[in-house]
C-alpha cells in the first residue's frame, strides 16, 4: 500500500492571507496520479486539484495551487486569498496509475479561516 | 442532480446486530467503491467494484461484505456489527481510472456501534 502523510493536523489562517499545506509520499512508481479532496463541516468529499506526475506543471485551481517536487515526493497545497468557505479538512490522495483504482488518503489537515 | 446517494444518513446498532448500507448512482459509472473514515486515519478503502456483477477487497475487508447486483447500487453489509466498526462511511463512484474522471462521493453515513 502507498503512504500519504499530512504532518499537519491543524492550520489556522486570516481571511484573505495565504495557507500552505504539505503532503509526502511514498512510492516506487513511476507514473501516478496525486489530489488534493476537501471535506467541509457538510461532510461532502469535493475533488480541489489534481496532478498528473509526468507532468512538470504545477496543477492550479483558482486560488488554490500545489508545489509538485516528484523527487522528494513532496505535494503541498497552496490556498491563496483565504475565503471562510475554505474552513474544512483537506485530504491528499494518492493513484498508483491509470488502471488502479484504488486511492491512498493522508490522515487529513483541519483548516480553519479566521474572519 | 443526485450524484451519489447513500441511505441511511445515521445509525445506531448493537453489537450482533446486521445491517446493510446502499449506496446509489445516477450517473452511470463503472466503478463503485465504498471507504470508512475514522478520526486521525483519512479514508481507508473497503471494498470496491468495476462493474456489475463484479466486486473486489480493498485495504479493510474484514467483517464486511459487498454486492453490486445493479449497475447503479452498491451495497455494503455487516453480518455481525461489531464496536470497531463504529466510523463514517462513504460512498464513491467514478466512470473510468485516471485522473480525467474523478471519484465523486456520496454525503457519507454515520454508523456507532454500541
Known amino acids: 500500500a502507498q503512504t500519504v502523510t499530512q504532518s499537519q493536523p491543524e492550520m489556522s489562517v486570516q481571511e484573505a492571507e495565504t495557507v500552505t499545506l504539505s503532503c509526502t509520499y511514498d512510492t516506487s512508481e513511476n507514473n501516478y496520479y496525486l489530489f488534493w479532496y476537501k471535506q467541509p463541516p457538510s461532510r461532502q468529499m469535493i475533488l480541489v486539484i489534481r496532478?498528473?506526475?509526468?507532468?512538470?506543471q504545477n496543477a492550479t485551481e483558482n486560488r488554490f495551487s500545489v508545489n509538485f517536487q516528484k523527487a522528494a515526493k513532496s505535494f503541498s497545497l497552496k490556498i491563496s486569498d483565504s475565503q471562510l468557505g475554505d474552513t474544512a479538512m483537506y485530504f491528499c490522495?494518492?493513484?498508483?496509475?491509470?488502471?488502479?483504482?484504488?486511492?491512498?488518503f493522508g490522515a487529513g489537515t483541519t483548516v480553519t479561516v479566521r474572519a | 442532480n443526485a450524484g451519489v446517494t447513500q441511505t441511511p444518513k445515521f445509525r445506531v446498532l448493537k453489537t450482533g446486530q446486521s445491517m446493510t448500507l446502499l449506496c446509489a448512482q445516477d450517473?452511470?459509472?463503472?466503478?463503485m467503491y465504498w471507504y470508512r473514515q475514522d478520526p486521525g486515519m483519512g479514508l481507508r478503502l473497503i471494498h470496491y467494484s468495476v462493474g456489475e456483477g463484479t466486486t473486489a477487497k480493498g485495504e479493510v475487508p474484514d467483517g464486511y461484505n459487498v454486492s453490486r447486483l445493479k449497475k447503479q447500487n452498491f451495497l455494503l453489509g455487516l453480518e455481525s456489527a461489531a464496536p470497531s466498526q463504529t466510523s463514517v462511511y462513504f460512498c464513491?463512484?467514478?466512470?473510468?481510472?485516471?485522473?480525467?474522471?474523478?471519484?465523486?462521493f456520496g454525503d457519507g453515513t454515520r454508523l456507532s456501534i454500541l
Open positions: 490522495a494518492f493513484m498508483m496509475s491509470p488502471n488502479d483504482y484504488k486511492l491512498s
Open positions: 464513491a463512484s467514478s466512470a473510468r481510472t485516471g485522473s480525467n474522471q474523478p471519484q465523486h
Open positions: 450517473m452511470n459509472h463503472e466503478y
Open positions: 496532478q498528473e506526475a509526468y507532468k512538470q
